[in-house]
């Protein structure tokens, strides 16, 4: 399984609007073959956060290429003030 932490910085004045465009688009992303979870996050910044959990990473890879992802993303990225970043995750161990 990969955890994707996705850092999305946005523009102060956006904040509202792109917040509303992360929360109507979760609930496609999670019922995307092979999305385990999704979180989204609120910081100061602001930034908007998401943290998902894939079955795998071609699971990921077919979301990110998928049309519904690229045109959300397409409409998500005018409200970055800066370039999104991501990273990809593997478990390695609970305590």
């Known amino acids: 399984m990969l955890w994707r932490w996705v850092e999305m910085p946005i523009h102060p004045d956006k904040i509202e609007e792109a917040r509303a465009m992360l929360l109507a688009q979760a609930p496609r992303t999670r019922a995307f073959p092979g999305c385990l979870h999704l979180t989204l996050y609120e910081a100061e910044g602001p930034n908007l956060y ?9 699971a990921l ?7 519904m992802f690229r045109d959300f993303w397409v409409k998500m990225r005018v409200y970055f003030r800066e370039r ?3 990273t990809s995750m ?3 161990g609970r305590y």
């Open 61 to 67: 890879e077919a979301y990110r290429h998928s049309a």
């Open 90 to 92: 593997w478990e390695v």
């Open 50 to 58: 998401s943290l998902s959990q894939w079955q795998s990473v071609e």
């Open 84 to 86: 999104a970043r991501a």
